[in-house]
């Protein structure tokens, strides 16, 4: 589990077997601190685990569904990547519950400065976005952020300085595609409310009445 609280941004030193699997060498620091052979690092938040370490960095496999998935196919040689080390169970919980298994990619729209901070502007599938909650959490290339503004095309977030400097994100430019992972809370009370949901439906097509539990129960009783 990770907290999508960036400890450092890395540099992809090689790609093996980038079409369908292979290996993916990164130049870190940080986040060798510690770490051993079969431990997990999240790169651009994907959880990936070590197979070799070197004095300079740290090496991973990473599989065919991983490069569907994500956008690590798509790094270029000395691109820079967010860096997170597995939280550990004394540590501080600053940020919210990264399970480091992407839900999908997003492609930055745009990216405006106001005042101190940069919004950014990310389109993504309609999966994802039925899944944000304004002043909810998603983490974006690993990196945990609060929903500022979502609607049925785009999400927005605001960044302040701190997190600018020390991740990737204010370096991508429109067009980029970023690893998107929804609040995993939020996936498990989608999954849980599906039944309900689907036979509530089923049952307007015949009834006025509707029964069971239902978003707008929920949303009457303050959930």
């Known amino acids: 589990m990770f907290t999508g609280i960036i400890e450092e941004t890395g540099t992809v030193k090689k790609i093996i077997g ?37 004095h300079d960095g740290f090496t991973a496999d990473v599989m065919a569904e991983t490069l569907r998935r994500t956008n690590l196919g798509q790094l270029p040689i000395g691109g ?30 745009s990216l405006r400065k106001e005042g101190n901070a940069v919004w950014v502007t990310i389109a993504a599938p309609a999966s994802i976005l039925d899944l944000i909650v304004m002043k909810g959490s998603i983490a974006i290339d690993g990196i ?55 036979s509530n439906e089923a049952s307007n097509e015949t009834s006025t009445e509707s029964t069971g539990l239902t978003l707008d129960f929920l949303r009457e009783h303050g959930f």
């Open 80 to 109: 820079a990547v967010n860096l997170e080390r597995a939280m550990a169970s004394d540590g501080r919980f600053g940020g919210h519950i990264v399970s480091g298994h992407i839900d999908g990619t997003g492609t930055i729209q």
């Open 144 to 198: 945990s952020l609060t929903v500022a503004y979502v609607d049925p095309s785009v999400f927005k977030v605001s960044v302040i300085p701190h997190t600018g400097e020390e991740t990737t994100l204010l370096s991508r430019r429109p067009g980029d595609i970023v690893n998107l992972e929804n609040d995993i809370i939020g996936k498990y009370v989608e999954r849980l409310l599906r039944p309900y949901t689907h």
């Open 18 to 54: 980038q079409q369908v699997s292979g290996s993916i060498e990164i130049k870190a620091h940080k986040v060798l601190e510690g770490t051993r052979i079969g431990d997990s690092i999240a790169v651009n938040g994907v959880c990936l685990t070590v197979t070799r370490l070197q």
